[in-house]
């Protein structure tokens, strides 16, 4: 009976990429959230599906290099969870550093700061914990702005220098940067002499 929309939800996992990470809303134009669960448990038995944690699922990604099927990307899975309880979240701390190609330590657990609630979600090595935030820090900015403030405030005033603004220039594309220089009017001082420099010839007057 189902059977219809156990493949117009295949069709939809099988043109995604490999890696992407699923929640049960995202099909929720194609059938309700019964016949959603029941057609993901059957691809999941067929294998088109992976369970990631309860209600996160991903398309499996298969490593040539490896010889072996790889773990969910952890940033997919943040986003998902995020899109299912309609959070706004940004990377912080050494996640931040990360993404931004200011640290290449690997963190231990993935950081982001978010509008919802606290909470932590864990799966074979895998660690992400969302950090509350005032919706001040999150809502109205744009993903990069979020991120480079967010690395910004991880680092530190003392330990920002020309090294961390000459590649956080390079990182970012002269719309994000108009962005940034925009909507981080609104971040403390430092941060947002920083972000001039990083922006630098985007402004005709500072």
């Given at each position: 009976?189902?059977?219809?929309?156990?493949?117009?939800?295949?069709?939809?996992?099988?043109?995604?990429?490999?890696g992407s990470?699923?929640?049960?809303?995202?099909?929720?134009?194609?059938a309700?959230?019964?016949?959603?669960?029941?057609?993901?448990?059957?691809?999941?038995?067929?294998?088109?599906?992976?369970?990631?944690?309860?209600?996160?699922?991903?398309k499996?990604?298969?490593?040539?290099?490896?010889?072996?099927?790889?773990?969910?990307?952890p940033?997919?899975?943040?986003?998902?969870?995020?899109?299912?309880?309609?959070?706004?979240?940004?990377?912080?701390?050494?996640?931040?550093?990360?993404?931004?190609?200011?640290?290449?330590?690997v963190?231990?657990?993935?950081?982001?700061?978010?509008?919802?609630?606290?909470?932590t979600?864990?799966?074979?090595?895998?660690?992400?914990?969302?950090?509350?935030r005032?919706?001040?820090?999150?809502?109205?900015?744009?993903?990069?702005?979020?991120?480079?403030?967010?690395a910004l405030?991880?680092?530190g005033?003392?330990?920002?220098?020309?090294?961390?603004?000459?590649?956080?220039?390079?990182?970012?594309?002269?719309?994000?940067?108009?962005?940034?220089?925009?909507e981080g009017?609104?971040?403390?001082?430092?941060?947002?002499?920083?972000?001039?420099?990083?922006?630098?010839?985007?402004?005709?007057?500072?």
């Amino acid at each position: 009976m189902n059977n219809g929309y156990t493949e117009q939800i295949r069709d939809r996992i099988i043109n995604a990429p490999e890696g992407s990470v699923f929640v049960n809303s995202d099909f929720a134009d194609i059938a309700d959230n019964n016949t959603i669960k029941q057609s993901i448990n059957r691809l999941i038995q067929e294998g088109v599906l992976r369970r990631v944690i309860r209600g996160v699922f991903d398309k499996p990604k298969f490593s040539k290099l490896l010889g072996e099927y790889v773990a969910a990307d952890p940033d997919a899975v943040a986003k998902a969870l995020a899109r299912c309880y309609h959070w706004t979240i940004a990377p912080c701390g050494d996640t931040a550093l990360n993404m931004l190609g200011l640290s290449t330590q690997v963190t231990a657990v993935w950081s982001y700061i978010s509008d919802g609630p606290y909470k932590t979600y864990e799966w074979d090595k895998t660690k992400i914990e969302f950090k509350h935030r005032t919706n001040k820090e999150v809502t109205g900015l744009s993903p990069m702005t979020i991120l480079v403030i967010q690395a910004l405030k991880t680092l530190g005033k003392e330990h920002v220098d020309e090294k961390t603004i000459r590649v956080l220039s390079r990182r970012l594309n002269e719309d994000e940067k108009a962005a940034l220089l925009a909507e981080g009017a609104e971040a403390t001082d430092w941060i947002y002499t920083v972000i001039k420099e990083i922006c630098k010839g985007e402004r005709e007057n500072d």
